[in-house]
């Protein structure tokens, strides 16, 4: 069985910072292209940032150049450093991941989401 666990959310002042993870965790084979996403209340789910098992990246418009997405394959963890925040981040946040579990099976999975709060 495989999980997912965000930690790192919180409540943040318009212009600070916060730092999310991601664990995976349980019996897979490895991990492909990981993600994060954000869901405001009374919107759809948006993708925030995506980053394949060689590192390449991606972002959203909205948080290139504030957002950065990494992470550490030997800890199979993923990680977002979010600076210069707005109170249009506030958002649950969710983690995803492509992960193979054997020979024939690659699923994607999500984490229980962590809420990040920007306000003064």
């Not at 759809?44 to 394949?52: F, G, H, M, N, S």
């Not at 707005?86 to 579990?101: G, N």
Request: charged letters at 15%; glycine letters at 10%; one cysteine or more.
């Amino acid at each position: 069985q495989v999980q997912l666990v965000e930690s790192g959310g919180g409540l943040v002042q318009p212009g600070g910072s916060l730092k999310l993870s991601c664990a995976a965790s349980g019996t897979f084979v490895s991990i492909y292209t990981m993600g994060w996403y954000r869901q405001a209340p009374g919107t759809q789910r948006e993708l925030v940032a995506t980053i394949t098992f060689g590192g390449t990246t991606n972002y959203a418009d909205s948080v290139k150049g504030r957002f950065t997405i990494s992470r550490d394959n030997a800890k199979n963890t993923m990680y977002l450093q979010m600076n210069s925040l707005e109170p249009e981040d506030t958002a649950a946040y969710y983690c995803k991941a492509a992960i193979r579990t054997s020979l024939y099976a690659v699923n994607d999975y999500w984490g229980q989401g962590t809420q990040v709060t920007v306000s003064s």
